[in-house]
């Protein structure tokens, strides 16, 4: 049979720790204080680009996937598909296909 482990020491109150934690964050909120414009105009600026980010994603998505769309709710039963690819070691190429588009009985 295996040894149970002995029971942890019970919790003690460690004014040092204590002290050393209280005083890593009141320095932690006054450098927060003193870089506060700092920091604003960071948050500013990755907030703008990540929006940026986000609209050209979106535009590229629309893009992309309008034909395929268009088919879908043009009753169409396939759809021909162009994709550009670019390859892990640099290379890039196009892909064509047809792509079949089935409905499903019961979904509206």
Known sequence: ?????????????????????????????????????????SRETITTQVSQVSQQLQANAEERYRELVNAIYGGKTEVPIEAHVRYRDGRTGTIKTTISIKSVEGVD
């Not at 029971?7 to 506060?36: C, H, K, M, N, Q």
């Open 1 to 41: 049979m295996s040894e149970r482990a002995p029971a942890p020491a019970p919790w003690e109150f460690d004014p040092t720790s204590a002290l050393i934690g209280a005083v890593a964050a009141f320095v932690l909120v006054g450098l927060i204080y003193y870089f506060r414009d700092t920091l604003r105009q």
